[in-house]
């Protein structure tokens, strides 16, 4: 749906909402009940095979690592490991002995073998797989310890572990098909699974009345939670104003603005360590011979103005934008000098006649569905003002993946959350490593010695070489900041400054 047509949309449904101010807004408080409605399929509860925000979001309900990641800390904390020993070669974790599965059954040493051996075994098959290569071995040394050998050493390895759930070695262990683990999982998180409906994109957990090892960053404050999927957003503002939806994430900002005049409602929102982006390419994989040209992608990034586009994401909330791809301030290992180009479409017009492309050309922005989509939108009008001709693609996340992987994508309109992994290490994975159009030897070496670098202040170094020859390069340039605009009942409760990529964790949402 285009911005013009959403907002028709949206501004109908707040005027039928607004009509009904009498009216309960959810008897969700009444019986301790949380209804989450996601614009995207829900799809597997596994996130090793599906690893989507939302996925994080459930699997986060479901399942336990061995450590967890404080953003109010800005430190790795305990969570199903006590404690643990790091070395050059190793990590020896003391596990806690009183945690149970949701079918009762002892968590020990044997699961923790079992998941990480299954991670990094050749055999094994799932999404992302290069992020625990690192890890080179895994061995139980008593009933509750383990020792995991690693490839060298890593500024991020524990940070990694936060992301790596763990799971029961009884139950998935003897799948044939490990991929039906994720329809019918069994964890040791705050929730555990009442039904999952794949099909029917439906999801329902209850608190784990037996939790008592979350440690200060995991917990369960509502009773039944209920998850599922609205593929429109005008469609999930009519599910709140109608009692059918309690929060929802991504509804434009002004949008959110306008629904929270009414106060049976309201927004937080999470400043992210994201960034929207323009990804080019830069090394010619998809046969658009403009793109790989320098001077045209430091014109395309001269065209836009990042001002006007940061109200798509953020409207009249005070949020920080973007200099660079990285914030020094919330991830790790960030630093630059060189920054995004400003706006100065007169300039970007001399670029592209220097360039030999005095009328323009054709490029295919392939965006996100949803506020990505308008914001690809929006990037093509000021490419239009420039005489480039941009037809947008909005796509799912699935098909963005296949077609990245295939090389078919000329250049990208879209955001990255790191996976809710607060470390550079993440966009060294998500742009160089997994899907490389740079087609820069140099700024792969990079990325590599960076993830290698255990010294704080050396790593900072490269770190500043590795962002500023993408900024002089221009393979990506920043656009704006991406806040998650979580829309919600006045009567919750929200933390919003969860490192989530789904933007708050099931710990940081609570009744009032």
Same mark, same amino acid.
Request: aromatic share 10%; net charge neutral; glycine share 8%.
């Given at each position: 749906?285009?911005?013009?047509?959403?907002?028709?949309?949206?501004?109908?449904?707040?005027?039928?909402?607004?009509?009904?101010? @009498?009216?309960? *807004?959810?008897?969700?408080?009444?019986?301790? =009940?949380?209804?989450?409605?996601?614009?995207?399929?829900?799809?597997?509860?596994?996130?090793?095979?599906?690893?989507?925000?939302?996925?994080?979001?459930?699997?986060?309900?479901?399942?336990?690592?061995?450590?967890?990641?404080?953003?109010?800390?800005?430190?790795?904390?305990?969570?199903?490991?006590?404690?643990?020993?790091?070395?050059? #070669?190793?990590?020896?974790?003391?596990?806690?002995?009183?945690?149970?599965?949701?079918?009762?059954?002892?968590? +020990?040493?044997?699961?923790?073998?079992?998941?990480?051996?299954?991670?990094?075994?050749?055999?094994?098959?799932? &999404?992302?797989?290069?992020?625990?290569?690192?890890?080179?071995?895994?061995?139980?040394?008593?009933?509750?310890?383990?020792?995991?050998?690693?490839?060298?050493? &890593?500024?991020?390895?524990?940070? &990694?572990?936060?992301?790596?759930?763990?799971?029961?070695?009884?139950?998935?262990?003897?799948?044939?098909?490990? =991929?039906? %683990?994720?329809?019918?999982?069994?964890? =040791?998180?705050?929730?555990?699974?009442?039904?999952?409906?794949?099909?029917?994109?439906?999801?329902?957990?209850?608190?784990?009345?037996?939790?008592?090892?979350?440690?200060?960053?995991?917990?369960?404050?509502? #009773? &039944?939670?209920?998850?599922?999927?609205?593929?429109?957003?005008?469609?999930?503002?009519?599910?709140?104003?109608?009692?059918?939806?309690?929060?929802?994430?991504?509804?434009?900002?002004?949008?959110?603005? @306008?629904?929270?005049?009414?106060?049976?409602?309201?927004?937080?929102?999470?400043?992210?360590?994201?960034?929207?982006?323009?990804?080019?390419?830069? *090394?010619?994989?998809?046969?658009?011979?403009?793109?790989?040209?320098?001077?045209?992608?430091?014109?395309? *990034?001269?065209?836009?103005?990042?001002? *006007?586009?940061?109200?798509?994401?953020?409207?009249?909330?005070?949020?920080?934008?973007?200099?660079?791809?990285?914030?020094?301030?919330?991830?790790?290992?960030?630093?630059?000098?060189?920054?995004?180009?400003?706006?100065?479409?007169?300039?970007?017009?001399?670029?592209?006649?220097?360039?030999?492309? /005095?009328?323009?050309?054709?490029?295919?922005? +392939?965006?996100?569905?949803?506020?990505?989509?308008?914001?690809?939108?929006?990037?093509?009008?000021?490419?239009?003002?420039?005489?480039?001709?941009?037809?947008?693609?909005?796509?799912?996340?699935?098909?963005?993946?296949?077609?990245?992987?295939?090389?078919?994508?000329?250049?990208?309109? @879209?955001?990255?959350?790191?996976?809710?992994?607060?470390?550079?290490?993440?966009?060294?994975?998500?742009?160089?490593?997994?899907?490389?159009?740079?087609?820069?030897?140099?700024?792969?070496?990079?990325?590599?010695?960076?993830?290698?670098?255990?010294?704080?202040?050396?790593?900072?170094?490269?770190?500043?070489? %590795?962002?500023?020859?993408?900024?002089?390069?221009?393979?990506?340039?920043?656009?704006?900041?991406? /806040?998650?605009?979580?829309?919600?009942?006045?009567?919750?409760?929200?933390?919003?400054?969860?490192?989530? #990529?789904? #933007?708050?964790?099931?710990?940081?949402?609570?009744?009032?």
């Amino acid at each position: 749906m285009s911005r013009t047509r959403w907002g028709m949309a949206a501004a109908a449904a707040l005027a039928a909402g607004w009509g009904l101010a @009498a009216t309960p *807004a959810s008897a969700g408080r009444a019986n301790d =009940t949380l209804n989450i409605v996601e614009i995207l399929p829900l799809g597997s509860l596994d996130m090793y095979y599906a690893g989507y925000p939302q996925t994080e979001f459930m699997s986060d309900m479901l399942f336990d690592a061995l450590v967890d990641y404080d953003p109010g800390t800005k430190s790795i904390v305990p969570l199903l490991a006590k404690s643990w020993k790091v070395t050059p #070669g190793a990590i020896d974790f003391e596990l806690r002995d009183d945690v149970t599965w949701h079918d009762g059954q002892k968590f +020990t040493a044997d699961d923790v073998v079992y998941t990480l051996g299954w991670l990094i075994d050749p055999a094994s098959r799932y &999404r992302f797989k290069f992020n625990w290569a690192w890890i080179k071995k895994v061995e139980k040394t008593g009933p509750y310890s383990v020792r995991v050998e690693t490839n060298g050493q &890593r500024p991020y390895d524990l940070l &990694r572990l936060t992301l790596a759930p763990m799971f029961p070695k009884h139950v998935r262990g003897v799948l044939a098909d490990t =991929t039906e %683990f994720g329809k019918h999982p069994v964890g =040791t998180g705050p929730y555990k699974l009442v039904s999952f409906n794949e099909a029917t994109n439906r999801l329902v957990v209850v608190k784990n009345p037996a939790y008592k090892w979350g440690g200060t960053t995991k917990a369960a404050h509502i #009773g &039944r939670v209920m998850m599922s999927t609205i593929p429109d957003m005008g469609a999930q503002v009519s599910a709140l104003l109608a009692g059918k939806a309690d929060l929802f994430r991504n509804l434009p900002a002004d949008q959110a603005e @306008a629904l929270a005049k009414d106060p049976r409602f309201t927004f937080s929102v999470n400043p992210s360590i994201g960034t929207t982006y323009m990804w080019f390419d830069a *090394a010619g994989r998809s046969g658009n011979k403009a793109i790989a040209n320098p001077k045209v992608r430091q014109a395309l *990034a001269m065209a836009v103005d990042r001002g *006007a586009l940061a109200k798509i994401m953020s409207a009249n909330q005070n949020v920080e934008q973007p200099k660079n791809l990285c914030w020094p301030d919330r991830i790790i290992g960030c630093a630059f000098t060189k920054t995004e180009p400003g706006y100065h479409p007169a300039e970007a017009k001399k670029l592209l006649a220097e360039a030999g492309y /005095p009328n323009g050309f054709s490029v295919h922005i +392939t965006a996100y569905v949803g506020r990505l989509s308008q914001l690809a939108e929006a990037v093509a009008g000021y490419f239009a003002q420039i005489g480039v001709k941009a037809t947008v693609e909005p796509v799912t996340v699935t098909t963005y993946t296949k077609k990245s992987l295939a090389g078919q994508i000329e250049m990208t309109v @879209a955001g990255y959350t790191l996976g809710g992994l607060p470390d550079v290490s993440q966009q060294v994975t998500f742009f160089v490593s997994a899907a490389d159009y740079s087609g820069d030897p140099e700024l792969k070496k990079l990325g590599a010695a960076m993830d290698a670098e255990m010294d704080p202040e050396k790593r900072l170094k490269i770190s500043s070489q %590795f962002y500023d020859r993408i900024a002089d390069d221009v393979y990506i340039t920043p656009l704006t900041a991406m /806040p998650h605009v979580i829309t919600h009942l006045s009567d919750l409760d929200i933390n919003s400054h969860s490192a989530s #990529g789904y #933007g708050v964790g099931i710990s940081d949402i609570k009744w009032k």
